[in-house]
C-alpha cells in the first residue's frame, strides 16, 4: 500500500477543487451537506440537475474503461475525487447506486446491448436507480426472496410479482434492478434472475416509509404483473445469485468512498462542536474522541488497502470487511454525539444547525449496523467467504 500521492494525483485533487469552486454554485449551493433523499428539505430536481452538471464535467464513470465511456482512472483517483468533492461541500450522489453498482455490473456480466442502452444515460447524469433486493421475508436472509418473475413462451418479457421493502430512492428513480424467482421449483441460492425493470410503467407502485428522522428515504415497492424486456436479466436466469453478490461486492467495497469522506466531515463538525462547548476540556471525552478519530483513520488506511489490493484474493477479503467496520464506527460515534449534545444545558442560535446535524447522524447511524445485511450476517460472510472457515453444523 503506498501511502504517498503521485503528482498526477495530486493534480488531480486540484483540478477537482478549482471545478467545485467554479460549479458548485448559485442554486447548487442549497445541496451543501445534503447526504440524498433521507435529508431534510432534500429538492429531487435540484438534485439531479446537479448530476447533469457533474456529468458535464467529465466525474462520472471515472474507473470505467475507455471502450464503455469512462476515463479508466485508477482506483486512487476515483477516491481523490470523492474526498475533495465531499470537502468542497458537495451533496451525496443520486446516481451513487447507478453508477457504482450497476455498471460495473453490466461491464463484467452484461451483453453489449444491454451496456449500449444503459451505460451513457448513467454518464449523462439523466437516469437513476434503486435496488430491488430485500423483502418483508427476505432482508438479511436475501435467498429467501419470493417475488416471481415468469417468462411469456411467445415473447420472451418478463412479468413479476411481489413486493420489495427498504427500497432506497425509488421515487426518485427510473429503474431498479431486481432480484426475483425465475424458476418456481427452486429454493434458496437457486433459479434466481437479476432483471432490471423500469417503475414508471403499470403495475409498479412505491409507497414511502417513514424513518425515525421524520423522512423517508426508503421504500416499498409493490410489483402486480410488471414486465421486464426479454433482454433484462443480468446474467443467465437462475444464475441470479452469482450476479447480485458480484454486485454487492461493489457496494461493500469501493462504492464506500464517498461514504468515508461524509464520514470525516461528520467527525470533523462533532468536533468542532466539542471544542466551541469546552467539553473537549474533559479528559473522558478526549480519551473516547481519540479512539473515534484512530478508528476513522484507519479505515481509510483499510479503504487504500482495497483500493490497491484491486480483484486479487487479498483485496476481497479486505473488502468483504469493510461495511461491517464503517456502520459499527458511525453507530458508536452517533451515540458518542447524543452523549455530548445531552451535557450541554443551553444550545446558543449559533449552533443550531450543527445540533441538527449532530441529531441527524444519531438517529441515521442506527440503521447502519442493519441494512445491507446486519452484523451478524457481515461477520458470517467474513467467516465463510473471506477466510474460507466452514458452516456451522447446527
Not at 4 to 16: A, G
Not at 375 to 380: D, F, H, R, V
Request: with cysteine; aromatic share 8%.
Amino acid at each position: 500500500m503506498n501511502l504517498s500521492e503521485s503528482p498526477d494525483l495530486i493534480s488531480f485533487r486540484s483540478h477537482v477543487r478549482a471545478w467545485m469552486r467554479d460549479h458548485f454554485v448559485g442554486d447548487f449551493t442549497q445541496l451543501e451537506g445534503v447526504i440524498g433523499p433521507g435529508s431534510e428539505h432534500f429538492d429531487c430536481a435540484l438534485a439531479k440537475a446537479w448530476e447533469r452538471e457533474i456529468a458535464a464535467g467529465g466525474w462520472i464513470g471515472l474507473t470505467w474503461p475507455t471502450s464503455h465511456g469512462g476515463r479508466a482512472l485508477p482506483l486512487a483517483f476515483e477516491m481523490a475525487f470523492q474526498e475533495e468533492y465531499v470537502r468542497a461541500g458537495g451533496p451525496g450522489r443520486l446516481g451513487h447506486i447507478g453508477e457504482h453498482l450497476l455498471a460495473p455490473t453490466l461491464i463484467a456480466e452484461g451483453t453489449d446491448q444491454q451496456r449500449a442502452m444503459f451505460l451513457p444515460p448513467i454518464l449523462r447524469g439523466e437516469e437513476f436507480w434503486a435496488q430491488g433486493y430485500s423483502e418483508p421475508g427476505a432482508g438479511s436472509d436475501l435467498a429467501s426472496v419470493r417475488t416471481k418473475a415468469t417468462r411469456s413462451p411467445t415473447d420472451g418479457r418478463w412479468r413479476l410479482s411481489g413486493q420489495k421493502v427498504w427500497t432506497s430512492w425509488a421515487r426518485e428513480s427510473d429503474w431498479a434492478f431486481v432480484l426475483a424467482r425465475c424458476d418456481p421449483d427452486s429454493v434458496r441460492h437457486r433459479g434466481l434472475v437479476l432483471l432490471m425493470v423500469r417503475l414508471n410503467q403499470p403495475g409498479v407502485s412505491i409507497r414511502p416509509i417513514q424513518q425515525i428522522s421524520g423522512a423517508s428515504e426508503f421504500n416499498e415497492l409493490f410489483l402486480d404483473d410488471a414486465i421486464a424486456e426479454a433482454d433484462a436479466a443480468i446474467g443467465q436466469p437462475g444464475d441470479g445469485w452469482r450476479v447480485a453478490m458480484g454486485l454487492l461486492a461493489h457496494e461493500r467495497g469501493a462504492s464506500t468512498l464517498g461514504q468515508q469522506a461524509q464520514f470525516v466531515k461528520e467527525f470533523d463538525r462533532l468536533t468542532g462542536f466539542l471544542s466551541r462547548t469546552g467539553l473537549d476540556e474533559d479528559s473522558a471525552v478526549q480519551e473516547e474522541w481519540a479512539r473515534h478519530q484512530a478508528r476513522l483513520r484507519t479505515l481509510r488506511f483499510h479503504a487504500l488497502r482495497v483500493a490497491s489490493s484491486g480483484v486479487s484474493e487479498e483485496g476481497k477479503r479486505a473488502a468483504a470487511a469493510a461495511k461491517y467496520l464503517w456502520s459499527n464506527w458511525r453507530r458508536d460515534v452517533g451515540d458518542f454525539a447524543a452523549r455530548c449534545l445531552a451535557r450541554v444545558p443551553v444550545i446558543s442560535e449559533k449552533e443550531a444547525q450543527v445540533v441538527s446535524h449532530l441529531k441527524s447522524l444519531w438517529l441515521t447511524s442506527k440503521a447502519d449496523t442493519i441494512y445491507a445485511g446486519t452484523n451478524e450476517i457481515q461477520l458470517n460472510l467474513i467467516a465463510q467467504r473471506a477466510l474460507g472457515l466452514p458452516r456451522p453444523s447446527y
